[in-house]
DNA sequence: GAGTTTGAAACT
DNA sequence: CAGTTTCAAACTC
C-alpha cells in the first residue's frame, strides 16, 4: 500500500498538529480533547522501513512502536507516551516502529489485535516520557475495539475511557460478547479534532454502553453533518480553526486550516477501502490487497484523515510484496492506518515555519505520494482550474467542492486584508520561482497566471519546489513567516520582523520594505538616511500626495459612475421625443457609447469648472447646461436615423 | 517598453 | 558576520 511520501511527511507543518498550547491543558481537557481525537475515517500513520508495521490478520497482532521525538505529545499522543508496557496477547510481536509523519513521533509501541479487537499502545522511553513515567505506572493506554467500537480508556489520573467509534469488523474477528454490537452498528465519526475542543465525546466505557441523551444528540449531530468533514487542528477551543471539508467526494482533498498560518492544507490521500482491499486473514495475493487499511485509533498520532474512495486503491502506485507498509483495516468502513512503505526522510524540518505549501501528492518523479499539502492560494486556485496534475499523475481529480474559508488572523492583521488583495504575477527568469525573490514562492502560493520563465513554483515540479523549501529554510528557519509582524508588547503598530536596509532611498520608496508595508521604520532598521519615521517632513509630504492623489481617484470614479446610473435612469424613463417625426425613440440609440460620451461630456465640464475656480452653484449650472446638450444631440441623432431607416425601409 | 536603480536574498 | 553577487521589483525616461 502506498502511503505517505516519507519527504513530505516530513515537510508537515507542526501546526497540524501542534498542540503545544494544550501541553499546559488540564489533564481533564486533555482527555476531552482526546476523545475527540481524530479516528474520523481513517488515520494516517507512516512507518519506518526497517521496522515494518506486521499484516494483521484476524490473529494476529501488530505490534506498533509509535516513536516520540522531542515534540511534546498532544493530548492523546501524550497520554500514550505515558502508557506503560502493556501486553494483552500472548502472541504479541514488538518492535515495529510507526511514526508519524515525521514530524511527531510516538514512542509507544502498541499492539493491536484484530482477534480480540484490542489495541495495545504501550510506552516506551522517551525523553517526555520521564515526567510521565512518574505516572505511567498507574497509566496505559489501550484501544479496545468492541465490535464497532474502539474504546481507548485511560486508567490513571481520570480513568476515562475515551471511545473511538469504529464501523463492525464483520470479520471473524468478531467476539462473542460483541457479537450484539456488530448487529448494531454505530454510525462513524467524521469530526476529528486535534488540538481543538470538542465536546464530541461519546463515553461509553467498559462497563457500559450508554450514551448520555447529549452525547447521543452530539453523536447524531456528527452523523448529520456526515457530507463534510470538519477538522480542527491546533489551538484550543476555537471554532475559528474549524475547516469544513468535503467528504465522500472523489478527489480525497482535505482542507486543513493550521492557526497562525496562511496557509490552508489540503491534504490529499489515496488509500484504499476497506471493503475493497480487507483481508481478513491469510497472506495477500498481490500487491494491492497487499496494503491493508488497519484501524487503528491512533488518537492524536496524526492529523490526518484520508477520505477515501473505494477505487482510489487501484489509483495508488501499488507496492511489492515486499513492502513494509501495512494497512489493515475492518471492513464495511472507511477507517483505516494507512502506513508508508518509504523510509522516513532524515530531514526534520522546523513545521513551525512553514514551508509555502508542502505539497504531497504525487509530483512526477516523486514516488510514493500520499496527500498534499498546498497551501491555500492554491485551494482557491483549486476551485478554479482543474487539478491537472494531480489528476494525471496519481488519479486523483480535481475538486470543485474545496472549499475556502475565512482566514485567520495573521499578526494582527486581517487576512483579509492581508491576502485577498490581488496577487501580483510575478515576472521571475532565473530563479526558477523556487528562491524568496520570487514573490509568489515567499508568500506560499504557486505561480498563477504569472510572467515567470521556467517556473518550477507548481505542483508539477514539488520535488524540487519541496527541496527548495527546505533550503530555505535551512537558511532561514523564519523565511516562510511574515516579515510584517506585530511590534514588542505593547506596541500596537506593525512592524517589519528583520527591519530594512535601505540606503538609498530614504525609505520612502517602494524599495523598501517598510514603505512598501506601509509602516515606519523601527528601532531594528538599518537604513541610511532614513525619512520614514512619524515626523518626517518628506513622509507627511508624500503621505498626503498619496492621500490626495487616492481620493481624487476614488472621487472621480464615485462621480463617473453616480453620472452614469443617473443618466442612464433618466433615458431609461424618458422615452424622448423626435422633434421631426412625433414617434418615440427606441432605447436602443441610447447606448453604452452614448452613455459614456455624455459622462465624458459632464466631467470635462465639471473639471473646467474646477480648474476655473468656479462657484459650485455655477458649476452645477454648467453641467446640467451640458447635459441638456447631449441629450439634444442624442434625441437629434435619433431622430435622424429614424428618418434615414425610413427613407430605406429598414 | 527599455533601461536604471534599489535592496533583499543568496552566495562566498 | 561581512562583503559580494544575483535577482526581481520599483522606478525613470
Redesign the pocket.
Known amino acids: 500500500m502506498d502511503v505517505v511520501s516519507p519527504e513530505l511527511n516530513s515537510l508537515l507543518p507542526d501546526e497540524i498538529m501542534d498542540t503545544e498550547a494544550m501541553e499546559d491543558m488540564p489533564h481533564s481537557q486533555a482527555h476531552a480533547l482526546s476523545s475527540g481525537v481524530t479516528l474520523a475515517e481513517e488515520t494516517l500513520i507512516t512507518s519506518t522501513p526497517k521496522e515494518p508495521a506486521l499484516c494483521s490478520s484476524a490473529e494476529n497482532q501488530v505490534p506498533l512502536s509509535i516513536s516520540n521525538k522531542s515534540t511534546p505529545l498532544p493530548t492523546l499522543k501524550r497520554s500514550l507516551a505515558t502508557s506503560t508496557a502493556t501486553t494483552k496477547t500472548t502472541d504479541s510481536v514488538t518492535g515495529t516502529t510507526v511514526s508519524t509523519g515525521g514530524m511527531q513521533k510516538l514512542s509507544s509501541p502498541f499492539t493491536i489485535s484484530a482477534a480480540n479487537h484490542q489495541i495495545i499502545l504501550n510506552k516506551v522511553a522517551s525523553a517526555q516520557a520521564g515526567e510521565a513515567a512518574k505516572s505511567a505506572a498507574t497509566s496505559h493506554q489501550v484501544i479496545k475495539q468492541e465490535g464497532q467500537k474502539l474504546l481507548v480508556r485511560t486508567i490513571g489520573k481520570s480513568g476515562q475511557p475515551i471511545v473511538l467509534q469504529l464501523p463492525p469488523t464483520g470479520s471473524k474477528a468478531a467476539v462473542g460478547q460483541t457479537s450484539g454490537d456488530l448487529k448494531t452498528q454505530t454510525p462513524q465519526f467524521k469530526v476529528v479534532t486535534i488540538g481543538g475542543r470538542t465536546e464530541l465525546k461519546p463515553l461509553v466505557g467498559g462497563t457500559t454502553n450508554q450514551m448520555t441523551t447529549l452525547q447521543a444528540q452530539q453523536l447524531k449531530t456528527v452523523q448529520n453533518i456526515k457530507p463534510v468533514q470538519s477538522v480542527a487542528v491546533g489551538g484550543v477551543g476555537g471554532s475559528q480553526f474549524k475547516t469544513i471539508i468535503p467528504l465522500a467526494t472523489q478527489p480525497n482533498v482535505q482542507q486543513i486550516q493550521v492557526p497562525g498560518s496562511r496557509f490552508h492544507y489540503v491534504r490529499l490521500v489515496t488509500a484504499t477501502t476497506a471493503s475493497s482491499t480487507v483481508q481478513p486473514s491469510g497472506p495477500s495475493t498481490n500487491s494491492v490487497q497487499t496494503a491493508k487499511p488497519m484501524i487503528v485509533s491512533a488518537g492524536a498520532v496524526r492529523m490526518s484523515v484520508p477520505i477515501v474512495p473505494a477505487q482510489s486503491v487501484k489509483q495508488v502506485a501499488p507496492k511489492p510484496l515486499t513492502t513494509t507498509a501495512q494497512v489493515v483495516s475492518t471492513p464495511q468502513t472507511q477507517q483505516r492506518l494507512i502506513m508508508p512503505a518509504t523510509p522516513l526522510p532524515q530531514i526534520q524540518p522546523n513545521f513551525t515555519n512553514l514551508p509555502p505549501g508542502t505539497v504531497l501528492a504525487p509530483a512526477p518523479g516523486a514516488g510514493n505520494v500520499g496527500y498534499a499539502v498546498v497551501p491555500a492560494q492554491y485551494v482557491t486556485q483549486l476551485q478554479q482550474t482543474p487539478f491537472v496534475t494531480l489528476a494525471s499523475s496519481s488519479g486523483f481529480q480535481a475538486s470543485s467542492s474545496i472549499q475556502t474559508q475565512a482566514r485567520l488572523p495573521l499578526n494582527g492583521v486581517s487576512t483579509t486584508e492581508s491576502t485577498s488583495r490581488p496577487r501580483?504575477?510575478?515576472?521571475?527568469?532565473?530563479?526558477?520561482?523556487l528562491?524568496?525573490?520570487?514573490?509568489?514562492f515567499?508568500n506560499g502560493e504557486f505561480c498563477n497566471n504569472c510572467n515567470?520563465n521556467n517556473c518550477f513554483n507548481n505542483l508539477e515540479h514539488e520535488t524540487e519546489r519541496l527541496k527548495a523549501i527546505k533550503?530555505?529554510l535551512d537558511?532561514?528557519p523564519e523565511?516562510f513567516k511574515p516579515?510584517i509582524g506585530k511590534g514588542k508588547e505593547g506596541e500596537s503598530d506593525r512592524r517589519h520582523s528583520?527591519?530594512?536596509?535601505?540606503?538609498?532611498?530614504?525609505?520612502l520608496?517602494?524599495?523598501?520594505?517598510?514603505y512598501?508595508a506601509k509602516i515606519m521604520c523601527s528601532s531594528i532598521c538599518k537604513?541610511i538616511g532614513c525619512k520614514n519615521f512619524e515626523e518626517s517632513p518628506e513622509r507627511k509630504t508624500l503621505m498626503h500626495l498619496a492621500d490626495a492623489a487616492e481620493v481624487r481617484v476614488q472621487q472621480q470614479t464615485a462621480a463617473k459612475t453616480k453620472l452614469s446610473s443617473q443618466i442612464s435612469d433618466l433615458l431609461m424613463r424618458t422615452t424622448p421625443v423626435i422633434p421631426t417625426g412625433g414617434g418615440r425613440l427606441p432605447y436602443t440609440f441610447v447606448t453604452k457609447e452614448v452613455l459614456e460620451a455624455t459622462c465624458e461630456c459632464l466631467l470635462e465640464r465639471a473639471k473646467r469648472s474646477e480648474q476655473t475656480h468656479q462657484p459650485q452653484a455655477e458649476a452645477e449650472r454648467m453641467i446640467l447646461e451640458e447635459f441638456g446638450h447631449c441629450l439634444m444631440r442624442i434625441i437629434s441623432s435619433a431622430g435622424k436615423a429614424k428618418v434615414d431607416c425610413a427613407s430605406i425601409n429598414c
Open positions: 501580483k504575477p510575478c515576472n521571475c527568469t532565473k530563479s526558477q520561482c528562491k524568496l525573490y520570487c514573490d509568489c515567499a515567470c533550503t530555505c537558511r532561514n523565511a516579515k528583520k527591519g530594512c536596509n535601505c540606503k538609498r532611498s530614504g525609505c520608496k517602494n524599495y523598501c520594505e517598510c512598501e537604513c
